[in-house]
């Protein structure tokens, strides 16, 4: 397993993780919340000498916005390689970021041999004026990519995200005994619900006057929460820490009792598991692809409405006040539901079927790229040509004989075992003779 991706700040070169997971921090310019500048052609040289070093086979790419994935993705399939694709965001259609975006994203998966969902069911609400524009329907994850990229759904898998429950154990002594501390963990933009979160909470602080605010995250409307604070003259029962590190989110977590998720749009929200991990009631927006995540006696759900979001927590704490909420048995039922290791072996599952499928010619290529649109479909080709013609021009000037093959890290030998607990299939492993 190869990771690739740019530098982060002095971080930059080949670092060896736990297990000899290798990582190579490409200096790419980040322009904008760590997206790279996309170039299309200057990534190949460098992504061709890690491709042959590393004895890569399979190349899986992350997020619709990623540069640097859609790039890579096009090299691959140039160099003949196997090539996945894992969307974790929902984008609509009617603004031109979003149809720019879905452009991008359709000449990218015409070429791709799977993709990977983390939600599945078609799950519709309503937003109110006021909170648009964003995906008009609000599709869930699978649906919301077949459509933007005009795919076939058989091509696409649904595997959810998961977390270490381990790392996300409940602590009752941390949370007050005098009041009910309500935990929002965000990146505090408009698509995370922030200005429901700005028009809510001084309603559920007038309604509850023993309620408290945990906050932690930063964003652009970081300004528009200090400004409500001090308007509603809220500084005792709101406190802002700020940006925080993933490793830091348990600490958070654990000093509340209800953690408030008021987005207008989510895949999936692996922070909501983490949150029912830790105990904590979750009260969140009924959108995308947040039905899926937990059963609905760890939820309580709201429109994405101002009302209905301060109706939601007020019913949320009233429950937790009557003791009808079994929050310390969250963290066991979240371990049985969720597993990296059981995503593990999904994953595995489309490896090798996308390695057991056929190999498309360039022709192929070109005729599915042309059927990308028909002003699109001409500029895919001649992106896909010259690509092609770039990667000859590179074996040419800097063949493979003479680039040295990494060596394999020490491994231990694997050992599949199915196990039925409710936690799916679980690996063991065992050392070589």
Not at 341 to 363: F, K
Not at 375 to 391: E, M, R, T
Not at 407 to 420: A, F, L, N, T
Request: with cysteine; net charge positive; glycine share 6%.
């Amino acid at each position: 397993m190869i990771i690739i991706t740019h530098q982060y700040d002095t971080r930059s070169g080949v670092r060896y993780l736990t297990n000899g997971l290798k990582v190579y921090y490409v200096p790419f310019f980040v322009i904008y919340r760590e997206s790279t500048m996309p170039t299309v052609f200057s990534f190949f040289p460098i992504f061709r000498q890690i491709v042959l070093r590393e004895k890569i086979q399979i190349v899986h790419g992350h997020a619709s916005l990623s540069s640097m994935c859609h790039e890579a993705i096009l090299h691959a399939r140039t160099m003949g390689l196997r090539t996945c694709f894992t969307d974790h965001s929902l984008f609509g259609f009617a603004d031109a970021a979003s149809i720019l975006t879905n452009k991008l994203l359709k000449f990218t998966l015409s070429d791709v041999d799977h993709v990977i969902c983390v939600s599945h069911t078609w799950y519709l609400t309503s937003l109110p004026p006021r909170y648009t524009p964003l995906p008009p329907d609000n599709h869930t994850s699978k649906e919301n990519t077949v459509l933007r990229a005009s795919l076939d759904p058989a091509s696409v898998s649904v595997i959810p995200n998961a977390v270490v429950a381990e790392n996300f154990k409940p602590d009752p002594s941390k949370a007050s005994k005098d009041c009910i501390t309500i935990v929002v963990i965000s990146r505090l933009f408009y698509n995370k619900g922030t200005d429901l979160l700005v028009a809510a909470i001084p309603r559920i602080c007038e309604i509850h006057p023993t309620v408290r605010f945990l906050i932690a995250g930063s964003g652009p409307k970081a300004i528009d929460l200090q400004q409500m604070i001090e308007k509603h003259m809220l500084q005792d029962r709101v406190q802002m820490i700020g940006p925080i590190r993933h490793e830091e989110v348990r600490d958070v977590m654990v000093r509340g009792h209800i953690y408030l998720h008021p987005s207008l749009t989510e895949a999936f929200g692996t922070v909501l598991v983490e949150a029912a991990s830790c105990g904590l009631y979750v009260v969140c927006t009924e959108v995308g692809g947040i039905p899926e995540v937990l059963p609905s006696r760890m939820t309580v759900f709201a429109r994405p409405e101002e009302d209905d979001v301060v109706d939601a927590t007020c019913r949320a704490i009233a429950e937790l006040r009557r003791g009808n909420v079994k929050t310390e048995k969250f963290h066991k039922r979240v371990q049985q539901m969720y597993s990296w290791t059981n995503v593990a072996m999904r994953t595995e599952r489309v490896y090798d079927g996308i390695c057991r499928g056929e190999q498309a010619s360039l022709m192929d290529r070109l005729k599915r790229y042309y059927g990308c649109g028909i002003w699109a479909g001409k500029l895919f080709v001649i992106c896909a040509v010259v690509d092609y013609l770039l990667w000859w021009v590179l074996e040419f000037w800097y063949p493979r004989s003479g680039i040295d093959v990494a060596r394999d890290w020490p491994k231990k030998e694997v050992v599949v075992k199915e196990v039925k607990d409710g936690s799916g299939i679980r690996v063991g492993r065992k050392r070589s003779q």
